[in-house]
């Protein structure tokens, strides 16, 4: 069953319809904003378990689903031999976990001073969040002309394009104080801006912590489903543009479970790459929950056993050998021995 969110009440309709039906899948249609609005709606439900969420990548940077292997745009939709193959391959996914993280913005002492947000692949203060309010204010202005994914990323390069001599940041390490579960992190000397990552996508495919760099420091790998979170600094829109085509990379700060920045001056800031303009504030970083997702099972060995271990869990499930949340911890293990 299809239903068009833009002519409803949004995805609350099609998940009460469903709301008896065992083990039922979701394939949200749309970019990561949407799939984050899908997502907030199902934690509202209550579901005693969940449904799996697949993506079919129709926004700009499609970040989840590139990590979840659904591709980058619908080019890949195509090249995977269409919309009824790719229903085949949410037919025989593998189900995954995905981390939820909450933010609080609150004023210097702590009091809660906006409605929370919710995030699921990044947040973004600084440069970055500039392009971002940049696209997001001209397209306010100009809707005709974002009528494709192709001409929105031509948009969003040329609107960075424009910013890589802007010094407007150049105080910004002095201006922003990062805290990883309470103890201070150096801002370096060069930043313009600071990333909070969840997952291993960031402006439509940028790996910012780089995982085979993992011998060279005391971090851990970057998992969307361990609970933690990955903090790293870039130097500009220049060092942005390098970052995605290879020729850079983001400086590692920190890892954490659970994060404060504190803004002693107004910034750009954006969420999964929907921006705003804050005023000084305390933003608070804290794990949501953790939500289902659906991966496209590779090619490998390991793809076909992830997938065959999630029909297993769902009917022992079903025959009531395993609860609901015995099926979560044990998909939890699996991910991260998967990951």
Sequence with gaps: MVFELSATLGPEVGLYLFRRVPHFRVLVCGGDGTVGWVLDTIDKQNFVSPPPVAI????TGNDLARVLSWGGGLGSVERQGGLCTVLSHIEHAAVTILDRWKITIGDQQGKHIQTPKFMNNYL????????ALDIHNLREENP???YNQFMNKVLYAREGAKNIMDKTFADFPWQVRVVVDGLEVEVPEDAEGVLVANIGSYMGGVDLWQNEDDADDNFDPQSMHDKML???????TWHLGKLQVGLSRARRLAQGQSIKIHLFA?????????PWFQQPCTLTISH????????RASEEPLGHAAAIITDV???AET?????????????????LRLS
């Design 313 to 315: 869990l769902e009917s």
């Design 124 to 131: 973004g203060i600084g440069c970055d969040a500039k392009v």
């Design 144 to 146: 005709d002309k974002f």
């Design 266 to 274: 107004a910034f750009p800031v954006q969420v999964d790459g929907e």
């Design 288 to 295: 949501h929950g953790q939500a289902f997702m659906l991966k």
């Design 230 to 236: 990955e903090v790293v600094s870039i130097s500009g």
């Design 319 to 335: 025959n009531k050998v395993i609860t609901a949340s015995q099926k979560r911890a044990l998909l939890q293990e699996m991910a």
């Design 56 to 59: 079919l990548p129709a926004g």
